[in-house]
């Protein structure tokens, strides 16, 4: 490279802290203890997920969270064959937007099956307890029911 | 309430590395062409507001605004920044126009992803940092991928659709002296493209290019003083989706469909299928562009890709947005969407 021509920068983009917030906080912390919870709006009377303090259709105030389970259906999915600089991943890897039974939204997540289609059931396997830090990934991923 | 006018539009790149001007010099590149294109137009004298189009990520700048000014003959003038697309700013400046309280507004926008050396470390951190980035997913064009299947499961779209897309999309942009991927691909070309994100092979998904682009807008009254030719801008419209990628539509990008209904009404459209001529469509993945033929109205929800099968050399009729103006050929320089075409 020449350096007079072009120089290097680095912009710490990885060096911040993200607040979760009073309902974020709240459902990692049920994801912590092995719950999939999902934000209830009293205003609509729906539950939606992930949850967020802010409705998007009411743009009321979510202050409640209600257990879900944590079985929902494959509404579509991806399999990742290759990186984003076009280097051929180790296996494929397959990634979902799941759909949970009267929840608005769901969750993108990793799915392990031999065969994935859309509309398959699919379940939550937890990490172990001792493994869980509050975070999406304590599902390590979904499985077929 | 005034008219409002394209008057001059201008361009520097597009081309997958501009190796010898840093966005700054693109932005005045494409500033000088799109002022000699007005008419000669002085920005010091001429213009009364200047928007650019930016995001300090994407530039490697924080407090990227402030570069703003002076590549486009803004500085001491009323400048701001809009972290957005460039058609959102042109839909700014026509609002501003409308209000009668500026007569000639530059747009300009500009991306050289060529500089970012994290590109998709970038990409990734646009992601919710709760729900989606925890997961780290190794390729962001996943997200694309899972609106891909969503609307090919749900309305019968097939890979060889695909692959007319991006045939016609290649063989079109050997027309347009801008499009640096164009090409005579065919569907055996398609199939040995590799799969990237399935069902998206790397053909699929429009790769980057550095450009810049500047537009100027103008009253009725000032249209008429700086061009013979004003293109007039008869309706904007624009929605944003829900920042919850989780609770959008998967399979339909019901935001351009409301975006385009608002445009139609300011426009007098009633029947797009039937008035619009010719369109444009942004096509940075080859299902987009199905997606967004059928947002538009130009055909039933689920039909754009069989209409396409039946017509593929025609650039007109059905799917009229067939054009050389497709961004796949041309390369995505990902805030420059309005194009130069």
Known sequence: ?145 | MTKVAIVGLGWSGFSPEVVDMSFREMMFKAAQRAYEDAGGLDPRRDVDAFISCQEDFWEGISIADEFAPDPIGGAMKSVYTVAGDSLQCVGQAYAMIKSGLFDVVVVESHGKPSDMLTLHDVMSMALDPISLRPLGLANIHALAALEARAYMAKYGVGPQHLAEVVEKAHRAGLRNPRASYAGRLNAGDYELSPVVVDPLREADIAKFVDAAVVVVLASEAAARDLSDTPVWVEGVGWRTETSTLELHDWAFPLHARMAAEDAYRQAKIADPAKEVGFAEVDNRYSFKELQHIEALGLAPRGSAAEMLLEEPSTQAAACPSTSAAARWPRGSPSKSTASPD
């Open chain 1, 1 to 145: 490279m020449n350096r007079v021509k072009y120089f290097q920068e680095v912009m710490e983009i990885e060096a911040y802290v993200y607040t979760a917030g009073p309902i974020g906080t709240r459902w990692l912390q049920e994801l912590k203890n092995g719950r999939l919870t999902a934000a209830y709006c009293a205003k609509c009377g729906k539950l939606f997920l992930p949850p967020k303090m802010f409705e998007p259709e009411t743009f009321e105030e979510a202050v409640e969270l209600r257990p879900i389970d944590d079985v929902g259906v494959v509404e579509t999915y991806a399999v990742i064959h290759r990186g984003f600089d076009g280097e051929e991943l180790k296996e494929p890897v397959a990634v979902a937007f799941i759909r949970f039974p009267g929840v608005e939204g769901g969750l993108v997540h990793y799915v392990k099956a031999k065969e994935l289609r859309v509309g398959m059931r699919v379940r939550a396997r937890w990490r172990p307890v001792e493994q869980r830090v509050g975070s999406i990934t304590d599902i390590e991923c979904f499985e077929p029911v």
